[in-house]
């Protein structure tokens, strides 16, 4: 095992030796479970797809109420079916799973027309709009008796399940802080539906960091205390770009998210970062997908455990990354968890938890003061 001195910046570039982070995501036994995809948009087309086809995942056929979009989806990745209505698509004999990949406010009325077909989902996030939907979301699935999971796929970034797999195994003692720091730009006006949204950076931002919180501690807020501003000036966008959210716990355990997507400088003054502290050690590191936007590169993780000898700094070399990698993650565990018969990791029901979080932060900013995650809903 590699040592270098906690001053010492090639800690970055070390290795662990043979410790097992186990930051890659877990897959099926079975791969063939068929799947069938709702929705043709970007997002299916850079990551869930590039995804599915690494991972060796089985695409029965596609649908969108756009028929050219599912035509050129199917084309493009080699999808023999191409349906012309949900319905078709729900009763189709070889599909088991509906990856469902639509806006936050249509998701409820498209899940309520899948699950009389007793399909297992995985969701989009943001699960919906407001918590009654997501409520009806989870009621739906649970009365259908079907798996369903939330593609918060952030939690399969190899930085933040290698930071899971430190506090799980002890490394850094009992964990108290978790902060999670961003200043990117972000061309919010290239999706127009993005930028005419009055819920913008915590809704379809933030709500990766608040969740990804949740993941690596283990457990979650009682209450939100956040804030929420627009760049000075700006009319390209309506909702907010710019958060800090304070995630207060019933014991001495914080969040932190700060993130702020309008930083005009190049990008050599950017920074993603991600810092998890216990009472035996730290783990950190950066979110590779916001450097050299939008290429992005590879996360780094490094440790400091007082329960690992010799003590210093320990960096192993991660490869993949959130885009499209993580995706294999959210996919792969709803897909374990059907054949282990047991809920996913990623549930609805317990992304109900983090949809209670991101609500809490708006009222925090609507009303300015801290709103228990038990006011909502």
């Known amino acids: 095992m590699s040592r270098t001195e906690p001053s010492d910046e090639r800690a970055l570039e070390s290795t662990l030796g043979n410790m097992d982070w186990a930051y890659k995501p877990r897959l099926p036994r ?13 997002i299916v087309r850079s990551c869930h797809l590039p995804a599915y086809r690494m991972a060796g995942f089985r695409i029965v056929g596609v649908y969108d109420r756009d028929r ?23 009763s189709h004999s070889e599909i088991a799973i509906a990856d469902v990949a639509v806006p936050a406010a249509f998701q409820a009325e498209v899940i309520s027309q899948l699950v009389p077909y007793r399909l297992h989902i995985l969701c989009q996030k943001p699960l919906a709009e407001c918590y009654s939907d997501a409520l009806d979301i989870a009621a739906m699935c649970s009365r259908a008796g079907v798996k369903a999971a939330v593609n918060q796929q952030m939690r399969w970034a190899p930085g933040i ?13 009992a964990p108290y802080q978790g902060a999670i720091q961003v200043h990117v730009n972000t061309p ?23 969740d990804a919180i949740r993941y690596v501690l283990g457990s979650s807020p009682k209450a939100i205390f956040a804030d929420g501003a627009s760049y000075p000036g700006a009319t390209a966008v309506r909702g907010e770009t710019r ?11 914080r969040g932190l998210v700060y993130d702020n997507h309008t930083n005009f400088i190049e990008q050599s003054d950017w920074f993603a970062t991600f810092r998890f502290d216990g009472t035996e050690g730290v783990v950190k590191g950066t979110n590779g997908a916001l450097y050299n936007y939008p290429v992005g590169q590879e996360d780094t993780v490094a440790l400091y455990s007082k329960n690992l000898q010799p003590h210093g700094w320990y960096a192993p070399k991660l490869e993949g990354r959130w885009f499209p990698h993580a995706f294999m993650g959210t996919m792969g565990e709803l897909m374990r ?5 047991r809920e996913p990791e990623n549930s609805v029901e317990d992304n109900l938890i983090t949809m209670q979080t991101v609500f809490a932060a708006y009222r925090s900013m609507e009303l300015g003061r801290i709103v228990a995650l038990e006011e909502i809903g």
């Open 337 to 341: 968890a059907i054949e282990e018969e």
């Open 243 to 253: 958060t800090t959210i304070q995630m207060l716990y019933e014991d001495d355990t």
């Open 188 to 210: 919010w006006e290239t999706w127009e539906w993005l930028a005419q949204a009055d819920r913008l950076e915590v809704m379809y931002h933030s709500i990766h960091y608040l």
């Open 161 to 173: 399940q290698a930071s899971r797999t430190a506090v799980k195994r002890g490394w850094i003692g």
């Open 30 to 42: 079975k791969r063939d479970m068929g799947i069938g995809i709702v929705g043709a948009g970007d």
């Open 68 to 90: 050219a979009k599912s035509e050129a989806l199917a084309r493009d990745f080699g999808i023999e079916n191409v349906f012309d209505s949900l319905e078709r698509l729900a």
